[in-house]
């Protein structure tokens, strides 16, 4: 009656317990001829002696303990479910960043033994969350399942993969030998997601940027190679994204400035060392002031006067630009409202928004707050954005940028034909100016590939019933150049460097 694969076990614990004339425990599987299939069942006995020693019987019981262990089983399967969703990604079903972290640890400690190396990789891909914006959550999943598919087809089964939150994936290079073998890894990552995904009917594109630390020269505990893997993906992206960067000790110095900096623009914030400066744009016709430019500078109070490219780029990184933004607006009406009120009607303002703020959810509401709070004119606001900024977000732009027509705001691409001049992207979005960049005033009028090119961009912003504003005019040539053209707003040092909001008072008046 007993289960074949259990009667050895069950005969040498009976054996056993005769030779030893002691208690015995055995358990297998007997048949059950009522359900007409194997139970477990559980046998325990004792063995009572004579006064010789010798055996005269057994004590025992025989328990069906059938159920009680399917209970159990059914227990422990609950438990190793709910240990693996612990540790587990619930989209990619690959290790998440808890696993990810406590497999680091185990590898740190084998290299330490076997004296071998172990790489840390973070990726990230490169403006993932557009296809989430504009495609929807859905096809953002699929492709990071994809996605991951392939980073796995990249490595060897000792290797860890694992998501380690958003569209950021960690990888363990086990047993390395020379730090050749990681490039190689990572050049096979970047050729492998070079082709494009299809998903629901999409040709999708990703690329990746890889932030590389090596055990034990980039750090000998988890916290620090993950760090610095961190320091090296933001190079990565830096360096213009799909592409990796190893760690070297220079970028925790870069990263402690950004922090320096950082804080120092919190205060700056706090203690009004920002000024905003104006460059006029006149009309090269008539010589007048018809707009200015608000142009962002910060008395820094121990290097002077800064420039926005000393600061802008980690305003932005850190978000503090929607705040700095917004401080501009409100400083520029305010002091535009002024000017209207000393007999200036006519005067405009332009004011530059940056990618950052165009991610800013209330943006529309942040903008026309500011423009209700001063009683504005928004006929007379102009907002500044580059061809990055459609290309990046385009479908949130586009609504943004609709919104705002509606109280009469206007918009021009700045530094146009410098980006991705998409012709598409200005017969979509509703733009009204076109500021030709001052890499192709310069050369006006003798060069003749730049007078080519700022005479198109003239010519295709008239027919499209848009306006021109050439920037960067230092020379009286230039300036007759773009006015024979019918270029219809000019602005440079020729006619006014930025200056404060006081020297722009006078220049009103002696302009007027």
Known sequence: AIHPDDRKGVTRAWIDALEKKSQFFVTGRVWHKNSESYRHFESRGVAIKDSDGNIRE?????????????????????QEQMEYTYLHDSLTDLPNRILFNQRLLEEINKCDEKKTLLSVMIIDLDRFKMINESLGHAVGDRLLQEVGLRLASCLDETDVLARLGGDEFGILLTDIEREEEVASVCQRILDSLKHPFSVDKNELYMTPSVGITVFPFDGDDSSTLLKNADSALYRAKEQGRNNFQFY??????????????????????????????????????????????ALLRWMHPDLGLTFPDEFIKSAETTGLIESIGEWVLRTALKDVSEWHA??????????????????????????????????????????????????????????TLNELKKDGIRFAIDDFNTGYSSLNYIKRFPIDILKIDKSFVRGLPGKEKDAAIANSIINLAHSLNM?????????????????????????????????SSQAITELLRKNK
């Open 58 to 78: 057994w004590i025992g019981t025989i328990t069906d303990i059938h159920d009680k262990l399917l209970v159990e089983k059914e227990k422990q399967l609950a």
């Open 248 to 293: 070297n000790p220079s970028m925790n110095a870069t990263s402690f400035q950004q922090l320096t900096l950082e804080s120092a623009l919190r205060r700056a914030l706090k203690n009004n060392e920002f000024l905003v400066y104006y460059q006029p744009q006149i009309d090269p016709i008539t010589g007048h002031i018809v707009e200015l430019e």
């Open 342 to 399: 000393m007999g200036f009607d006519d005067l405009d303002i332009a004011v530059n928004l940056s990618a950052r703020q165009f991610k800013q959810r209330h943006l529309v509401r942040a903008i026309r707050k500011v423009i209700n709070e001063i009683k504005f004119d928004a006929s007379h606001l102009e907002l500044e954005l580059t061809e990055s900024v459609l290309v990046d977000n385009s479908t949130t732009v586009f609504n």
């Open 467 to 499: 306006k021109v504003v050439a920037e960067g005019v230092e020379r009286v040539e230039q300036l007759n150049f773009l006015r024979d053209r019918g270029c219809d707003k000019v602005q440079g040092y020729f006619i006014s460097p930025p200056v």
